[in-house]
């Protein structure tokens, strides 16, 4: 029976010779995920059902990202609670401050997670895994207390849509105008519980991190999943870090899709989306001349090296505009010491920027950059939902990090192509 790679991978870890759309399976996982907010109630949960053990130390990870460094008693108390557990179980992937990192980033970083595994995670951006070609998605945390427990869950196998990729991205726009652009196309619910498989000879074009990018923000098109196949670029990037033997799979030819898109990577411009969802897309050129108070340049979406780098070439010899409060946020340790090696550090802080240690940070409105109201921030993070990021009054413009950075010297949102003339 023909199968697309997200069936493929769940038949795999199902002990099934194949699977079909919507039937309901109990698979074995490859690795638990929870943070701060999401890991204590996963904890109690797990306690309350009279679990005394973990299925296996080595396949769960505890990132201390979203309130950490802590910002108040309550944030320091979630801390505490994950901490203590992660003593308590001997749990190895416990990532605290001065080794953690924004959780979506450190685990591929780290080699925790590879092609061809199974991930659940209680974080919907889980899905960012799916970039190595590995099934990765988020659950709540009742269903990450049982897998903690017994290193299973239970999946409805959803069906798919592909997106075919020609072509290779222009100057100043990277994966998180290809994902913003098929939201505004497909809409936040067009790809409801369904896997976005992204295909073509555009693939090879993209970094790998444009791709973590991709199928971070699946999760805002409502998809159970993004995934690309495995390229040379995956066994690059998997190489020194994945220190395990791994599957790669591929969708079959006569694979069934509910709906095919042709995406041409060259015709792309940079895009925003507007508030407040991020199906509201425009791109930059159609907006107007919005005035911003803030500029935020990290997240598990745009937080990587590259990120940084494309930020740092907009700002280096420019001064960021009077008022404009611009945030920068290396995704995890090691980004961030690259950030200083590579110069790009200074280049911020000249610039009048500021450059945080690892964190979400503003991004669900955490710390490091709260909204007041009716202020206006353009940020590189994900949602930009009523009050995600301060006061209900505020409003948030997802962009990359180019026209972020771009956004900030000027002080309002532009095409960077801009600051050239």
Known sequence: MAMTMT???LASHAGLDSVTAGQLIEANLDLTLANDITGPVAIREMEKAGFDHVFDK????????????????????QCLTCRNFAGKHEVVNFF????MGIEHALLPEQGLVGPGELIIGADSHTCTYGALGAFSTGVGSTDLAAGMATGKAWFRVPSAIKFHLTGSLPKYVSGKDVILHIIGKIGVDGALYRSMEFTGEGVASLSMDDRFTICNMAIEAGAKNGIFPVDDKTREYIK????REVTEFAADADAVYDEEYTINLSELRPTVACPHLPENTKTVDELGKIEIQQSVIGSCT???IQDMRDAAAILKGRKVKKNVRTIVIPATQTIYL?????GLAKIFVEAGAILSTPTCGPCLGGHMGILAHDEKAVSTTNRNFV????HVSSEIYLANPAVAAASAVAGYIIDPAELED
Do not use: T
């Open 58 to 77: 080595n396949k769960i990870a505890l990132v201390m990202d979203h309130f950490a460094p802590n910002k108040d008693i309550k944030s320091a108390e």
């Open 338 to 342: 690259q950030c200083i090696e590579e």
């Open 387 to 390: 009050g995600r990021m301060g």
């Open 7 to 9: 069936q493929k991978i």
């Open 240 to 243: 020194g870090r994945v220190n």
């Open 302 to 304: 745009n937080g990587r």
């Open 96 to 99: 605290d401050v001065g080794q």
